[in-house]
């Protein structure tokens, strides 16, 4: 089944949790009553979470790269504060898909494919995309169209989501049923109307006025992409069919571009280096490795420290970690310093047996980039492959400290906590995890183990029944909500 009828199914299925007063399945996604057409943006937001969580668990396509995705939200970070709704909580996450497509979902969830990031010539290009998804977001037309869909049978949205819940088991048993369940649904639900296309326009086009970015790259984007739908008669790509272009649209974009001087804009050093690791990651690692070399000896490549660091990924994909740190150290020779080719650096060399100058490798380069969440990953997964655990442990307390609502953090701090054999604070950091993942119950189910753990001292059996109180409470909260 395609990734377009598998994502299509996970919204149809979370409208129907939302919309529908039936209750169906006792283990469908308890996502509430959206109550008729009020649908409240804490409703949404829960909406979204569970989609989201679905998409991570069951989508083959989620790709799970926190290199591209940092680089994704610091993006759609720069677009969201200039947007109407700022306060408004986004995130960005990547697929690994040629098909050149960006969606939006309930509560700020933008997917972006792969096969966007590079069909796009600039990095303003990009954000122009973005930017149209973020207004859909904030201009809350997927609410509008749930609003005009009350009509819409029961049966055929409890058939979405009994075909849902059969693909979280068996996903070829699931196909035709989803198939066929969500077609004429989702043609009338997910293809967004000429006007709020126009809405999403002319407030895509502000946003990105105001972050700065070129806003003739919008219209420049949108005409190519008309242009080259002619070569693919019926099967336009999936962005048009869900965003319905024409002329009249593409030329209000240029009109407003006549009334703002020209401004020309850099593209950021991680564009390129997100481009030429998505590219890296595409086919066998041979044809990435001879895509990447073929540019360089052509003198085809621009920058050329961005097809190495490309070169470089599609040797470490075939675990030609001495080619691999050989090139990262030309690259970094160059003074082209930025956290992914360090990350990459560090691990050549630690494959290289030069575990100490690996680590040396990374904590200088969190010194210079502390921000970076990838660096951090790979810090403290390296400090515990190394043993050396309450160092380990020292590290992600101090981050946990400073961002937290990162559940990788989380995650990583069980791991540490299950190879010094504290049991309890490992349950405890698991279930931190899954509520920032919108999973309450399985939340609470990690801090009900944590508290049958033998040896837990008061204090922290204390933390434990004062948090497992507080998540059950917001759960009691939730239901009343309903």
């Known amino acids: ?37 009020d649908l409240s943006l804490r409703t949404e937001r829960r909406i979204g979470q569970e989609i989201m969580n679905e998409i991570r ?52 969830y933008v997917g972006v494919n792969s096969g966007l990031v590079l069909a796009v010539q600039n990095e303003s290009e990009l954000a122009g995309v973005l930017a149209h998804e973020i207004s859909h977001v904030t201009q809350r037309h997927l609410a509008r169209i749930l609003e005009k869909q009350k009509q819409v049978s029961t049966a055929s949205l409890l058939a979405m989501a009994a075909a ?41 086009f502000q946003i990105l ?20 739908t002619r070569s693919y008669e019926n099967n336009a790509p999936v962005y048009l069919r869900t965003h319905p272009l024409n002329v009249e649209r593409i030329s209000d974009m240029q009109n407003r571009e006549v009334e703002l001087p020209y401004r020309q804009v850099p593209d950021s050093m991680d564009f390129h280096l997100v481009r030429a690791k998505l590219q890296a990651m595409r086919g066998t690692p041979v044809e990435a490795e001879s895509h990447f070399r073929t540019l360089l000896q052509e003198q085809k490549a621009a920058p050329v420290w961005a097809a190495q660091y490309g070169l470089a990924v599609a040797l470490a994909r075939q675990k030609n970690w001495r080619d691999a740190e050989q090139v990262l150290a030309e690259v970094r020779g160059k003074r082209a310093l930025s956290p992914m080719i360090e990350r ?19 904590k200088e380069a969190l010194g210079r980039f502390p921000n970076a969440s990838a660096l951090v990953y790979s810090y403290a997964e390296l400090l515990l492959q190394a043993g050396r655990l309450e160092e380990a442990q ?12 990162d559940d990788r953090l989380y995650l990583l701090q069980a791991k540490v906590h299950a190879a010094r054999g504290r049991f309890a604070q490992q349950h405890r950091a698991l ?32 933390a434990i029944d004062a948090r497992l109180r507080q998540l059950k409470r917001r759960q009691q909260d939730e239901a009343k909500d309903k």
């Open 431 to 462: 279930a931190e995890a899954y509520l920032l993942r919108g999973q309450l119950p399985a939340a609470i189910e990690q801090l009900e183990i944590a508290q049958k753990v033998k040896g837990t001292d008061f204090y922290e059996l204390s």
């Open 164 to 204: 849902l819940l059969a693909a979280r088991s068996n996903a070829d048993l699931a196909g035709a049923a989803m198939t066929s369940a969500t077609a004429g649904a989702a043609q009338a639900q997910l293809g967004f109307s000429r006007d709020f296309e126009r809405e999403a326009d002319r407030v895509g």
């Open 394 to 405: 020292r590290f992600l307390d101090a981050q946990v400290q400073r961002t937290s609502q």
């Open 57 to 108: 668990q069951r989508e083959p396509s989620y790709l799970d790269d926190p290199e591209i995705e940092a680089y994704l939200n610091q993006l759609g970070g720069r677009l969201v504060a200039a947007s109407p709704e700022p306060g408004l909580g986004f995130y960005f996450f990547p697929l690994q898909d040629p098909m050149i497509n960006a969606f939006a979902m309930f509560g700020g």
């Open 1 to 37: 089944m395609g990734k377009a009828n598998r994502i299509a199914a996970l919204i149809l299925a979370a409208l129907m949790l939302a919309g529908s007063p039936v209750q169906a399945q006792s283990d469908l996604p308890e996502l509430g009553d959206a109550a008729g057409v």
């Open 209 to 228: 006025e105001k972050a700065g970015f070129d806003v003739r790259s919008m219209s420049t984007f949108f005409a190519r992409l008309q242009r080259a």
């Open 344 to 362: 990459l650096y560090a691990e050549s060399r630690i494959h290289r047996g030069d575990v100490s100058g690996g680590l040396a490798v990374l």
